[in-house]
């Protein structure tokens, strides 16, 4: 077991576009590992990309990491604050000779090297003597010979030849720092034991072990872990472009956020005993960075449903109506407050909890209850009412029922029972039209608790509003 006792780990997002699933998870196993050693877990905004950047996203991170409940212990910090150290690093390379000015553009650079065996840069201005000034991009110079190595907990001891790396840029010409540069300054100041991030990152690591060499003064290099890269169904790498990639958007839909944080720990990882349900206090007890798989993981979208279905149902139903809330109305709800009557949806939650796989797909299985003005569904209404020829005497008989008392969810099947079997035909075969024109659509709720719950006057009125369309229609 190499699990540091007290790990300091931190999660360094760049706040360029929608909070990723990929970077979610990460945040989670930092998060685990720091939880788990009672140790710090640090975020820190890589905001060093003054184009892309934008204070947007960083609220977006920030909102995302709350609702999954991936709290910090320090920072945020934001690289863009932290400019100083890092040319105060670089002066430090250019000072000690572990880097050198060049002023090679790459138009240049590619005009030389475009017939080269070996691709990257040909250290053109490594015996130049240029200053390192203004203008002057600044390169690491990468020994010549032996190879670097990278001990990673998920993927072992990674090798990389020194020859197969270029000597890379730390600061740009107009005297921003490279990425490398800046976490390994980083790194360093705030005492990172463990480097948890995504595979896409390990090329650069060696680089950053090189980096760390001169600039960390002996202290010991902080542990690395690659996280295995997520995919879709295809096995392609989750593209923003193409796959539903965003946080944001699960959110949106009615995921619940405990059911995204179980879900995100699976994408890898999975206990001892193969348990698929954590709390997180159980994830954090058995979460080992050791355990991790190398291999792609698959971001399954009905899986997750499946789980957050599971979750919902696990709800006691006080909590499931007061999650429903922001669903039903307010600022992103499909009602109008003002038609929303809570102390109907308490009584249907139960039924409503059992049918849904996210807090998006509630209202849509009571609009009957509280759309304004009701409608149904055309393609639904065609074929159930206007194409049945026995709809519109069983749309009598129901409303004739309805009008002497039938009203409970049990007479009124009772109702509908007769209505069957006096004109020789099947309860689903009656109800449907019922339901349309009562519910609006072809399947939803159950229908006799539904229409319990709707009134006699309103059901009364969608049957007739259902009768007149029929003969209207002739």
């Known amino acids: 077991m190499t699990e540091l006792p007290v790990p300091r780990v931190r999660f360094a997002p760049s706040p360029t576009g929608y909070f990723h699933v990929g970077g979610a998870r990460t945040a989670l196993y930092n998060w685990c590992v720091a939880r788990r050693g009672e140790g710090q877990f640090i975020l820190r905004i890589e905001d060093t990309d003054r184009e892309r950047s934008d204070a947007a996203w960083t609220e977006g991170i920030l909102s995302a990491l709350s609702w999954l409940g991936i709290t910090w212990d320090e920072g945020p910090y934001f690289q863009s604050e932290r400019r100083a150290l890092y040319a105060a690093a670089a002066e430090r390379l250019y000072a000690g000779g572990h880097a050198y000015a060049c002023d090679c553009t790459r138009e240049a650079v590619e005009a030389r090297t475009k017939n080269n065996a070996v691709p990257g840069y040909d250290g053109f201005c490594r015996d130049r003597g240029l200053a390192f000034v203004p203008g002057h991009a600044l390169r690491f110079k990468v020994p010549d010979e032996g190879t670097t190595v990278v001990s990673d907990l998920v993927r072992g001891e990674v090798e990389f030849q020194n020859s197969t790396i270029e000597d890379f840029v730390v600061m740009k010409s107009n005297g921003d720092p490279l990425y490398v540069l800046a976490v390994v300054v980083d790194d360093l100041d705030m005492q990172v034991t463990t480097v948890i991030r995504a595979e896409e990152h390990l090329p650069t690591t060696p680089k950053a072990v090189l980096l760390w060499g001169v600039l960390g003064e002996g202290r010991p290099l902080p542990q690395y872990a690659h996280l295995p890269v997520l995919v879709n169904e295809r096995r392609q790498k989750l593209s923003k472009r193409r796959d539903r990639v ?6 949106a839909l009615g995921y619940l956020p405990e059911a995204m944080v179980n879900y995100l720990a699976l994408l890898g990882w999975a206990p001892a005993d193969g348990r698929e349900i954590l709390s ?11 355990d991790v798989n190398r291999s792609p993981a698959f971001f399954d979208e009905k899986r997750l449903a499946h789980f957050n279905g599971l979750y919902i149902r696990a709800l006691p139903t006080a909590e499931f109506v007061e999650r429903c809330r922001p669903f039903l109305y307010g600022a992103h709800g499909l009602f109008e407050p003002t038609s929303v009557d809570e102390a109907a949806f308490a009584r249907l939650a139960p ?6 796989a996210t807090l998006g797909e509630v209202p849509g299985l009571v609009a009957f209850l509280f759309a304004a003005p009701f409608s149904p569904d055309a393609v639904a209404f065609e074929k159930a009412v206007l194409r049945d020829e026995s709809a519109g005497e069983t749309l009598e008989h129901m409303a004739a029922a309805v009008e002497r008392g039938a009203l409970d969810a049990a007479d009124l099947r009772a109702a509908l029972e007769q209505i069957a079997a006096s004109t020789g035909r099947k309860l689903g075969k009656v109800q449907a039209p019922v339901r349309v024109a009562t519910l609006g659509a072809a399947a939803g709720l159950p229908l006799f608790e539904s229409l319990e719950e709707l009134g006699r006057e309103r059901v009364l009125e969608r049957l007739r509003a259902a009768m007149a369309r029929i003969d209207e229609r002739g």
Do not use: S, T
Not at 246 to 251: G, I, N, T
Not at 351 to 356: F, S
């Open 246 to 251: 965003a946080v944001e958007d699960y959110r």
């Open 280 to 290: 997180r206090d159980e994830l954090v007890a058995e979460f080992r960075l050791e």
């Open 351 to 356: 039924l409503v909890q059992e049918r849904v």
